[in-house]
């Protein structure tokens, strides 16, 4: 099939005109930024669902535009969805919790927000006709050693076993899989600038430990993608270069003027030394596009003569992890931040009295 880049030439996408888009989740960090670049466009309306009300009334006052509107409610509650539902032609679904610590202290929430709250969204999406929808997942899911990456890989699982019952021509459900975004909520890059506000040490885990790194706007043009070449049950993968906590502790201190130092804590429950966007076996029957993967859904069952001749074997292979992708160098990961205006905001406040 041939694929669609939706920011070719960069022009605001025109599959959003005349559209009305439902954002899941959509008071975090990615759901203002998706607003902001729809409302870039000739969308027709954004609806942006979530718990809360705080936060909606910050994003209405902020953005004071007529084509968002807002939908309180909880992905658990199927009533909920119902009511910002109808008349909805795309869904992102974001909703989810994405705390680790938190995850693994009540790993029953995220069970019933990341993977029952995902099927209501599904089932609602599929009630109302919608067209296409997005889920969003993680690197975490991928080889889950903790509660947040396991339940993400049970939605990403809820998502394709539905997909299995649905046709071409009905609603088309795919998920997008990224690794950490940067200076997002409750990433490090803002816990990096707090500490530096307090006049204390950065706190790393294990100086050696990588992670993937994209800004919001590549988050952004991924799903772009998806809602464009997704069939049904397709994964797609942002391809993302990675760097250690050491260097982003490093560059954010160069950036910043910090002589703070730094100390640390070592690795927090449910945490690996590196993630994996996508597994050898994945990638042994994915499909590679410059920017990225996508992984057809294995649409065969559970009777026996669906199951010979599965995929090529990839004893061989490699996983795509942090470790082995491209590593930014430090003067890079200044770059990316220095590209971030809240980051850039808050250096500027805290060269004067930095060190």
């Not at 309180?72 to 994405?98: C, E, I, Q, T």
């Not at 690996?272 to 996508?278: D, G, N, V």
Request: hydrophobic residues 45%; neutral net charge.
């Amino acid at each position: 099939m041939a694929v669609t880049d939706p920011r070719a030439g960069g022009k605001p996408a025109a599959l959003f005109s005349g559209q009305t888009l439902l954002i899941t989740g959509g008071t975090g960090s990615f759901g203002g930024a998706v607003a902001r670049y729809l409302l870039s466009t000739d969308v027709k309306e954004i609806r942006v669902f979530s718990r809360d009300e705080a936060k909606q009334e910050m994003m209405r006052v902020g953005f004071g535009d007529a084509r968002l509107r807002f939908y309180l409610g909880d992905v658990r509650d199927p009533n909920s969805l119902d009511v910002a539902m109808p008349g909805v032609d795309y869904v992102f679904h974001a909703a989810a919790l994405k705390q680790v610590p938190s995850c693994e202290l009540f790993p029953d929430q995220a069970v019933m927000t990341n993977v029952m709250g995902s099927r209501n969204v599904i089932d609602c999406a599929i009630r109302h006709g919608v067209k296409r929808l997005v889920s969003i997942s993680t690197d975490k899911a991928v080889y889950p050693v903790n509660a947040m990456g396991m339940s993400k890989a049970l939605m990403e699982k809820t998502v394709q076993a539905r997909a299995r019952t649905l046709s071409e021509g009905g609603t088309v459900l795919a998920v997008v899989r990224y690794g950490n975004v940067v200076a997002s909520r409750g990433s490090v890059v803002p816990v990096f600038i707090e500490q530096m506000k307090r006049g204390i040490p950065l706190t790393l885990t294990a100086p050696e430990m990588t992670r993937f790194l994209l800004t919001l706007d590549d988050a952004i043009a991924l799903i772009e993608f998806a809602l464009l070449n997704a069939h049904q049950g397709d994964i797609f993968v942002r391809k993302s270069p990675a760097s250690t906590v050491a260097d982003l502790s490093v560059a954010m201190t160069e950036l910043f003027g910090y002589g703070g130092g730094t100390r640390t804590i070592g690795v927090r429950p449910g945490e690996k030394l590196h993630e994996t966007l996508c597994t050898a076996n994945e990638l042994a029957s994915a499909e590679e596009f410059p920017d990225y993967f996508r992984i057809a859904m294995d649409a065969r069952d559970v009777r026996p003569d669906t199951l010979i001749g599965g995929k090529r074997s990839s004893l061989e292979g490699r996983d795509y992890s942090s470790d082995v992708t491209q590593q930014l160098s430090i003067a890079a990961i200044k770059d990316v931040l220095q590209r971030l205006p809240d980051v850039m905001a808050a250096a500027a406040a805290l060269k004067p009295t930095a060190g």
